[in-house]
């Protein structure tokens, strides 16, 4: 790789793309390496799932691997001076009605972290932050984990300013939608073609595209003669829905130290959701909601597959009163009555990527030399981006560990939705507002 010959062309700017750029453009300074994305990286606004307010930087997770890897991240966050300013350690409570609280201690303990991570009893959570908690909903919940090394982090802001810093160390960026990629017969992935006709050539090509993903594969397959190409079952755009409320003078004070809160559920309940610290400038506190939906739409004649709505912004300030409605039931499971009257001030629906398991897809495409994906991040990858293009190199180099290469593989066994909590089970189009008719 260091022969000078290789580019690198990275479809899509957010986490999984800079992230890689970055570490690429660290290790082979003199390389061509190009960000494609259609939104400026400065722009106001951008579909990109990881362009928001704020995300959660965590290392809960009782999968091993994820826990490993959110600890090196957080390390790098609350270390490197390029990292630190955007992240806010505030502590994390998660409510649990499974096994997921004594599970993650548990991977703390096999990892050698000393962490003040415990599990408390729901009498004791109560009484937590001044009774913040106190008329939250614990039905079902067996214990509540409360690891105060955890927090959030600038996500907009930081995805601004790491895309400056790898523009700053050579990194090319370029505002264009990407219509197809560019595939020989026999499978040689040389670039991409831009909607504008316009082509980008490269010895590897990276897909970083998040919720894009299927949409680009699906038209690249057809477009090529190529089906394997598509990305089938393995992933599917889905879309949540997050809202902010903007706390006056009376309220903030409550509030202002709060940790990250989650609300657990099994796998048959439905997905965990989640309430984020008022921002420190803004005063603005966040949500996101429970109904995960996919947008099942024909994205070329006869070819269906779950893809963001087709306009420039994917729609995303475009909330339907049952999505609203999202937003509110999760204020109201936090909280009880304490915020019922607070005014919701913002809605976003955010798109990513989700494969079954919820594991990532880091791999070379089995179906076409010179392509890779790393995305799939279903919605708990913003928290790695100070690490997640370490290992997109190494498997760029073939050097990811087997263990990794394994588990983030394009061909492999993949587990029932079923099993996902998190796995998109609705309709976009069954959640909408009913459309208006005249009356004459």
């Known amino acids: 790789m260091a022969s000078g010959k290789e580019s690198y062309l990275i479809v899509g700017a957010g ?9 690429l453009i660290k290790k082979y300074p003199h390389a ?4 494609v994305d259609r939104d400026a990286y400065d722009a106001d606004s951008r579909v990109a799932a990881s362009w928001d307010w704020n995300k959660v930087v965590r290392a809960d997770y009782d999968d091993i691997v994820y826990c490993k890897l959110g600890l090196e991240a957080q390390d790098i966050f609350k270390s490197d001076p390029l990292w630190q300013p955007y992240y806010h350690e505030t502590g994390l409570i998660w409510t649990c009605r499974d096994n997921f609280a004594r599970n993650v201690i548990q991977n703390y303990k096999r990892l050698g972290r000393k962490s003040d991570i415990r599990a408390v009893t729901i009498e004791e959570a109560r009484k937590l932050y001044g009774g913040l908690l106190d008329q939250a909903d614990y039905t079902g919940v067996k214990d509540v984990l ?6 959030w982090g600038a996500a907009g802001d930081s995805l601004r300013g790491i895309t400056r810093k790898v523009i700053e160390l050579g990194v090319r960026y370029e505002v264009a939608e990407v219509a197809t ?12 073609i831009t909607s504008e006709g316009r082509t980008i050539k490269a010895t590897h090509t990276v897909i970083c595209a998040g919720a894009y993903t299927p949409t680009l594969l699906e038209r690249s397959a057809v477009n090529s003669g190529l089906p394997n190409v598509a990305a089938g079952f393995r992933l599917v755009a889905g879309g949540i829905t997050t809202g902010m409320a903007k706390l006056d003078d009376e309220s903030h004070p409550a509030y202002a130290s709060m940790p990250v809160i989650f609300q657990g559920y099994t796998a048959k309940q439905g997905p965990f959701i989640g309430s984020l610290p008022p921002t420190p400038d803004s005063r603005e506190m966040k949500w996101w909601g429970p ?18 709505p087709a306009k420039p912004d994917y729609g995303q300030w ?11 039931y999760a204020n109201q499971v936090f909280y009880g009555e304490k915020t019922a009257h607070w005014p919701l001030s913002k809605f976003r629906i955010c798109w990513d990527a989700f494969t079954t398991s919820g594991d990532f897809i880091i791999s070379p495409h089995s179906a076409s030399k010179g392509l890779y994906i790393a995305t799939g991040g279903s919605f708990h990858g913003y928290k790695f981006f100070p690490v997640i293009g370490k290992y997109v190199v190494q498997m760029l180099e073939g050097q990811l560990s087997p263990e990794l290469t394994t588990k983030w593989a394009w061909d492999r066994q993949r587990p029932d939705p079923v099993l996902s ?8 189009k069954d959640l909408l507002d009913p459309a208006r008719t005249s009356k004459l």
């Open 291 to 308: 109904t995960i939906f996919k947008n099942t739409r024909e994205v070329l004649p006869g070819h269906y597959v779950s893809s963001p």
């Open 421 to 428: 909590p998190d796995w998109p089970r609705f309709e976009m």
């Open 32 to 35: 061509s390496v190009t960000l």
């Open 181 to 192: 990629l560019l595939l020989s017969e026999d499978g040689q992935c040389s670039g991409l």
């Open 15 to 23: 986490v999984f793309g800079v992230s890689t750029a970055y570490y």
């Open 318 to 328: 475009e909330v339907s009163k049952r999505l609203k409605d999202d937003i509110k």
């Open 146 to 151: 409360i690891n105060p090394n955890a927090g």
